[in-house]
């Protein structure tokens, strides 16, 4: 016996009642929405007057594990919010897990940590311009984006074994210092492939008619809609909202005598456009992308010797793995923060941490009641904040203005949903 499924395709429901609109199940099976996102449209002819989102198909109770997992084991599910930059998110969740611990870091452990968050900033803004193309029927800048990508893949993959779900960062350090020859592959990468992958993307993009008439003067947000929505990241400096907490909350490289030592902060430019459309959206990560190979370059010229992690007296960090295999006190040290409840327990308190990754401030909110987990894990995503406007952009614009607006969001569903 065989049997056969019907896939159900996008409904359209005709209101009777009401004249000429129409109700239109935009996803999640439109490639525009990758199978996460449903978008329920209300139409007049062709002209969206309203929409609501209907979200969760990804939801994975992220908050909630944050509870359940220990301040290293839960680096593993930050990977899985933003999955195009996982990096970032793991530097995210153990710079909120420091501030809570009062952890001042290493200064080599700092310019790594500068580095790998540039490159995941590179890596994301990558597919973000390239999918701009490619939801407009234009899959040839996609693919220079994702070829470039790859390359990041392959930097990673070589500090830490993993391409996709890194997992890098620990409270206090880093899992494995930078191999010999590293930084010089990252040298190459931000001075040679990207600059040439960025010509061809905007010689392609920005001066092909079809691509301007569908972005600019699109999905329009004003720099008081803006504000008063909360957007961070991309969306609202294309709005003219000039905040970066790279320089507002600098952390890291970013700060002034980031070393102990008076060291200077990277140098580097917040772009920032006025108009606020699809188009200023994706200038703006194109400019991101330029200020980011700039600070790798800076950050590589600044790279100390020394420990990646902190001292193992203050018992913060976990013991390096030459330890664990050939010695009896490594092998103790790890077994305690690993396989019992005697772990890392920082005192009773609450802190708040927050990084200015590609799509805005990711944040963790983190209260400790003195356990080796948290006692409350929340997380202030990006996607989910900066998500709320979309409704209010699509008013009034054509259907085929849906996937333009909702691509230049560039809206990670496991970071919306959590």
Not at 325 to 335: A, D, M, P, R, V
Request: proline share 5%; charged share 25%; glycine share 8%.
């Amino acid at each position: 016996m065989s049997i056969s499924y019907e896939v159900e395709p996008t409904r359209l429901i005709h209101d009777h009642t009401d004249g000429d609109r129409w109700t239109l199940n935009f996803g999640p099976q439109h490639p525009a929405t990758h199978t996460t996102l449903r978008l329920v449209l209300e139409l007049d002819g062709e002209r969206v007057i309203g929409c609501t989102p209907d979200i969760g198909f990804l939801h994975s109770g992220f908050e909630k594990i944050g509870e359940h997992l220990n301040y290293n084991q839960y680096v593993v599910v930050t990977d899985r919010m933003n999955y195009v930059s996982p990096m970032a998110n793991n530097i995210a969740w153990h710079h909120a897990c420091e501030k809570l611990m009062g952890i001042e870091l290493t200064p080599r452990c700092k310019v790594i940590r500068t580095i790998c968050a540039e490159l995941a900033r590179i890596q994301d803004h990558l597919l973000c311009i390239g999918a701009a193309a490619l939801d407009l029927g234009g899959i040839t800048a996609f693919f220079w984006g994702f070829n470039e990508r790859e390359f990041v893949y392959d930097l990673f993959e070589e500090i830490c074994g993993a391409r996709f779900t890194v997992s890098y960062t620990r409270v206090g350090g880093l899992m494995a210092d930078i191999p010999p020859g590293w930084t010089e592959k990252a040298l190459h990468f931000v001075n040679k492939r990207i600059p040439e992958a960025l010509r061809d993307v905007e010689t392609l993009c920005c001066r092909n008619r079809i691509f301007i008439e569908r972005t600019r003067g699109i999905g329009v947000i004003s720099r008081d809609d803006a504000i008063n929505w909360s957007a961070t990241g991309p969306i609202a400096r294309a709005s003219g909202v000039r905040r970066d907490l790279r320089k507002d909350e600098p952390y890291l490289c970013y700060a002034d005598n980031w070393d102990g030592k008076g060291a200077p902060a990277v140098q580097f430019k917040v772009p920032v456009a006025s108009e606020g459309d699809v188009y200023a959206r994706f200038l703006v990560r194109i400019e991101e992308i330029k200020q980011s190979c700039n600070i790798v370059n800076q950050a590589v010229k600044m790279l100390p010797e020394g420990p990646i992690n902190v001292m193992h007296d203050a018992k913060a960090t976990l013991p390096d793995k030459r330890e664990i295999f050939f010695s009896i006190e490594g092998l103790i040290h790890h077994f305690e923060k690993v396989m019992t409840n005697r772990g890392l327990r920082p005192p009773m308190g609450e802190a708040y941490g927050a990084n200015e990754t590609a799509n805005g401030e990711l944040g963790f909110y983190l209260v400790s009641d003195g356990g080796n987990a948290a006692y409350r894990a929340r997380c202030r995503p990006p996607s989910f904040i900066n998500y709320q406007i979309f409704p209010r952009l699509l008013c009034g614009h054509q259907i085929s203005d849906v996937v333009a607006i909702l691509g230049s969001l560039h809206v990670i569903a496991a970071e919306l949903d959590r």
